[in-house]
């Protein structure tokens, strides 16, 4: 018989809940994107987190009528537990933790950055160990994964995540919120070649990311023009972009050389989280891969933002690893991977 796993997501503004069983058949995902941050040109946390609780009220029925199960057809409850913004990860996980108890069933606290890492799941076997950038609106991190369990943090950002530059970039030349789609979609009828944006730490021989002087530079190019038009407006998007797929494939072909001297076998290269639906980053670094003779993964469309699904089947692997589940797990918005413990 299939164990049912259900969960809930709230790290962020998306509110999300799922029931997975345990052949990744997903009986049932609602994800709603609050839409009430975009006067702000940004997440209000405070928002957030009221906006789940009452999103969550009205999903968690659907849900079970939308799998035709009953809550008590459930077999194990989680929740992410972190990193994200407080309010929000204990909204979810209280309500998580409340059907835990109300149903005496196990409760696993799941962390954002594992449920994303394993995402690709859904879409294809992965192969271990393998090389995954992890691209969000709050992480630009590179990852060597060397199994479920086991994650090696490479590097990250040490400013602005990747993200959160593109939101920033979008709001400097006159686009909404959130700005990542926005960019990339302006960016199709920009010319890539017309501005030479720096490239931060290009010369560093780490894995760390820096994307704040990108930034300051576009910043400068909008103050500098006596008027910002379309045309001006896709260059920019498309310069931009070129230098994030540039500074993208440059950490990533130096992380690849490291893994070979320390004698890993990498034939996955995996690209996961929000950035992960842009279609000119992901195209890239699949040529990329396919020069150095690596297969690249990815998750569905779907399940790149933040969504219950992928936090299901984290959950689903410690259940079946044997971590115990925990019902006294605090939320923390800054929950390390490393604190992922597998017996």
Not at 7 to 14: A, G, N, R, V
């Amino acid at each position: 018989m299939n164990t049912l796993v259900y969960s809930i997501e709230t790290s962020c503004d998306e509110t999300s809940v799922a029931i997975l069983n345990d052949k990744r058949k997903i009986l049932s995902h609602i994800t709603v994107n609050q839409k009430d941050h975009n006067k702000f040109g940004g997440v209000v946390p405070e928002i957030a987190s009221r906006a789940h609780l009452q999103i969550l009220q009205t999903i968690i029925p659907k849900s079970f009528e939308e799998a035709k199960l009953s809550i008590n057809d459930i077999d194990i409850f989680c929740a992410t537990c972190g990193p994200g913004l407080i309010g929000g990860l204990l909204v979810g996980s209280m309500i998580a933790k409340s059907m835990a108890i109300g149903t005496n069933k196990p409760f696993y606290p799941i962390n954002h950055l594992e449920g994303h890492l394993l995402s690709p799941e859904f879409s294809t076997t992965m192969n271990f160990p393998n090389l995954t950038l992890l691209l969000t609106g709050g992480h630009t991190q590179i990852y060597l994964v060397k199994s479920i369990g086991e994650y090696k943090l490479l590097g990250e950002t040490v400013d602005d995540a990747i993200g959160e530059s593109f939101d920033k970039v979008g709001k400097l030349i006159g686009l909404g919120y959130p700005g990542g789609p926005l960019v990339e979609k302006l960016a199709k009828n920009g010319n890539f070649e017309a501005y030479d944006l720096p490239h931060p730490l290009e010369f560093e021989k780490n894995f760390n990311f820096s994307f704040s002087g990108i930034k300051t530079a576009v910043s400068l190019l909008v103050k500098n023009q006596i008027k910002l038009n379309k045309k001006i407006k896709s260059n920019i998007a498309a310069s931009f972009q070129k230098k994030i797929i540039e500074i993208l494939i440059k950490k990533t072909e130096l992380a690849l050389e490291y893994l070979r001297k320390q004698k890993y076998d990498i034939k996955d290269m995996a690209i996961v989280g929000g950035v992960a639906a842009n279609k000119s980053i992901k195209e890239s670094l699949k040529k990329f891969s396919q020069i150095n003779n690596h297969r690249l993964i990815f998750p569905p469309l779907e399940l790149c933002g933040d969504n219950a699904a992928m936090i299901a089947w984290a959950c689903l692997q410690h259940h079946k690893m044997g971590i115990k589940p925990d019902l006294e797990f605090k939320p923390n918005p800054r929950l390390s991977i490393k604190k992922i413990k597998f017996s």
